[in-house]
């Protein structure tokens, strides 16, 4: 208020000014024209006298608007108006209206221009090379970050770039790669399912990284079906996946928490059904390690590396070497005990040595019919990952598989390995180990990689290629085989290097030829078979099968028939092979085969039990026998929480062919302590009719053994015998109406 009031006073004085000049000038003009009078010049001297008090005017109206505009913003935070001071005021305020009118129309258009700007900036492109730039602020140390003179270069080297194709600077960053970029930076492991989460991006590049950036809350989609895959990433939309790596950086689970409270139920749902969906069943699951392959055979022929004998077997018709062995004769043995993985290396630089004639035979000797087994650990040459098998925990390998270092001569009676030529280096600085991919060169390269398939009932091959981009120096990938639509239909052969950014590889031919061979194919689908199938494949039936004399009841002349059971000296019940027919015919009437030899390689426990309760086998009582025929052994089982465990193993002896043991399912009737003329049996338990379980044969007296050796092998004449010791165990164990399968 007091400054309006000095404003008012102000204006007042500006007036009077005004109207004093005005008098002077008709004072100055009145004396202009007395003295004029005198000498002549009135018109000159009026006008100059006009001049100078209008000029004077003009200066004290310019002094004033200049004090009123100057004093306008100071008016502005007072209250009221002084419209009502003066018609002069009035004017005033006026003008200063429509020069404010003018700033803010000014105003507004700048600041139309700069949201117009704003706008543009949030909309521009982001380049591969400003999201890696904005990722090395986040993840390397600042001292590192400054020193940085090629962002691209320094994102392959540290594997920011893993599985983007193209690499430049200038490259417009999508949607699909940003994902993938994120997952590589927060070393996320990509998602493998079914559930096609996305429309556009099922057979994309990096879909299953996608897949795990959406699980972990890190991206979601341009709508609920498509997730705008080739769409560039907007400057305004990478500073939110910025702010959401740092989070997910610093706490992941918190990081998520904080997401999935705000996203909702839909997206939490989705996630989990995409989860859901990450089985994948191989067509080809591989056997157990431990399980029975063969018999390691004696070989009749010698094998020599550089002139040096060496310790050598036959398994599967094949001359094998064991690797232990090959330390003595040029070679290293590299374990990788991650992956449990054996390299074969030449070692150039060391002397052969060899062992001796003695040791040799020893070797070989203690060795010999032991069993083969399947081993899970994986022997590599080169890139090529060659059949392997265990003897005694040892690993067993096929002599050819050797060729890679040299030539292999074979004469019948020697096999010769000459170390002349190695070509298990490629040149590609790549390696094959387990299912990971590594660049040992000295920058990151691009690796395609075929996989090799084999459908056993069409006995065809299938491939599938992939290329794995920017693995880093000195880094890895991992290979997923679910991916891919063989997994669950073909079985895996082998994954081959087919080229690099950098070179072709020199062996790819050769690589595919050798993983077409038929011992690797053999050893591939003898390893991969259905667990079910190989377990039940351990069992088989003892059946003797005879060829008939002569034409006798109903049987012709040269038929083969199975024979069930009989009466010793009297008679045969049969099974015609062809017809199906049965019927008892003369002893004597049969021609049949000698007894087999006892089958040494015993199931292990837990193979017994995941047996008998795989094929479902019930009995009235709380037991279970099972007698293999086979292996000359019985097995008892007993029930604990609705499955059969194994109680007991008992070698046994059974009928001979001539005298055979019936096969087929029975029960428990009677029992007795003894029984026998001129000799004793005891513990004896029935099986069916004649046919008992009881001891081996005693003196008459029960005191003395009378047959040694016999458990184990075909020697009675239809009884099943033990040892008095199981046979007393036996008769105080199992119970009336226990279930008995002989087979």
């Known amino acids: 208020m007091f400054l309006h009031q000095l404003r008012i006073g102000g204006l007042r004085m500006k007036t009077r000014k005004l109207l004093l000049l005005w008098i002077y000038r008709v004072i100055f003009i009145l004396a202009i024209i007395i003295l004029s009078s005198f000498i002549g010049s009135n018109t000159i001297l009026v006008a100059y006298a006009d001049e100078t008090i209008t000029g004077a005017i003009e200066e004290t109206y310019k002094e004033t608007n200049t004090e009123e505009i100057s004093g306008q913003d100071d008016q502005d935070l007072e209250e009221g108006s002084v419209a009502e001071e003066g018609e002069e005021i009035e004017e005033t305020e006026s003008g200063n209206e429509t020069e404010r009118i003018q700033e803010d129309g000014h105003t507004q258009e700048e600041n139309a221009k700069n949201a117009t700007t704003q706008d543009e900036i949030e909309n521009i492109d982001i380049t591969l090379e400003e999201c890696i730039k904005e990722l090395v602020k986040i993840f390397t140390p600042t001292e590192e970050n400054e020193i940085v003179d090629d962002y691209i270069i320094f994102g392959e080297n540290q594997g920011y770039l893993k599985g983007i194709p ?276 000295n920058a990151s390269i691009d690796v395609e990689i075929v996989h090799l398939w084999y459908d056993e009932k069409s006995r065809s091959f299938s491939t599938d290629e992939d290329i794995f981009y920017s693995i880093p120096k000195n880094g890895s990938e991992t290979i997923h085989l679910e991916k891919y639509a063989s997994y669950e239909k073909k079985a895996y052969i082998g994954t081959i290097i087919k080229k690099t950014s950098l070179s072709v590889n020199p062996l790819y031919e050769k690589d595919i030829n050798y993983y077409k061979s038929q011992r690797v194919i053999d050893y591939v689908c003898g390893i991969s078979k259905d667990s079910d199938e190989n377990l039940f494949s351990l069992v088989k039936p003892s059946i003797i099968i005879g060829t008939m004399k002569r034409s006798v009841g109903g049987f012709t002349k040269g ?118 003329k001129g000799y004793m049996c005891k513990n004896w338990v029935q099986i069916w009719g004649d046919y008992l379980y009881h001891s081996v044969l005693m003196d008459v007296t029960g005191t003395y053994v009378l047959e040694n050796n016999v458990l184990g092998k075909r020697a009675s004449h239809g009884c099943i015998r033990f040892s008095v010791e199981d046979s007393k165990w036996f008769y105080d164990t199992i119970p009336r109406n226990t279930t008995v399968w002989i087979n």
């Open 166 to 441: 193209n690499r430049k600077k200038d490259q417009v960053l999508t949607r699909g790669n940003l994902a993938r970029i994120m997952c590589n930076v927060l070393n996320i492991q990509p998602i493998y399912s079914k559930d096609p989460l996305f429309s556009d991006i099922k057979g994309q590049l990096n879909e299953e990284y996608i897949k795990a950036a959406y699980a972990e809350y890190l991206f979601d989609g341009i709508n609920q079906g498509e997730f705008g895959y080739n769409h560039a990433v907007k400057r305004e939309h990478f500073e939110i996946i910025l702010d959401r790596i740092k989070s997910y950086k610093a706490n992941p689970q918190a990081f998520k928490g904080k997401m999935k409270a705000v996203s909702g139920t839909n997206k939490a749902e989705k996630i989990k059904k995409l989860l859901s969906m990450t089985t994948y069943k191989s067509a080809a699951k591989k056997i157990d390690s431990g399980t029975y392959m063969g018999i390691l055979k004696k070989n009749q022929s010698k094998v020599f590396i550089n002139g040096y004998q060496i310790p050598s077997f036959i398994y599967n018709d094949s001359t094998v070497l064991f690797l232990s062995d090959l330390k003595q004769y040029g070679f290293n043995l590299d374990w990788n005990d991650a992956l449990k993985a054996i390299c074969i290396q030449r070692a150039k630089d060391q002397a052969i040595t060899g062992l001796s004639t003695e040791e040799i035979k020893k070797r070989e000797e203690s060795l010999v019919n032991h069993k083969v087994v399947y081993t899970n650990t994986s022997v590599y040459i080169g890139n090529r990952k060659i059949p392997c098998y265990s003897v005694n925990n040892s690993s067993l390998i096929y002599v050819n598989d050797l060729s890679l270092f040299g030539s292999v001569e074979w004469n019948g009676k020697e096999v010769k390995l000459t170390l002349n030529n190695d070509m298990t280096n490629d040149g590609l600085n790549v390696k094959l180990l387990g299912n990971k991919v590594y660049n040992c060169n």
């Open 559 to 676: 038929e083969k028939v199975e024979i069930l059971y009989g009466e010793d000296g009297s008679w045969y019940q049969c099974k015609s092979m062809s017809t199906g027919k049965t019927g008892r015919i003369p002893w004597g009437s049969v021609s049949i085969p000698p007894d087999p030899p006892t089958n040494k390689n015993r199931m292990t426990k837990e193979q017994l039990e995941t047996y008998v309760n795989k094929k479902g086998f019930t009995s009235q009582t709380n037991y279970f026998v099972w007698t293999d025929l086979d292996r000359q052994i019985t097995h008892v089982f007993q029930k604990e929480n609705g499955r059969w465990k194994l109680l007991r193993s008992m070698l046994c002896s059974t009928g001979r062919n001539i005298t055979p043991t019936p096969r087929g399912f029975f029960t428990i009737k009677e029992r007795g302590a003894y029984f026998g």
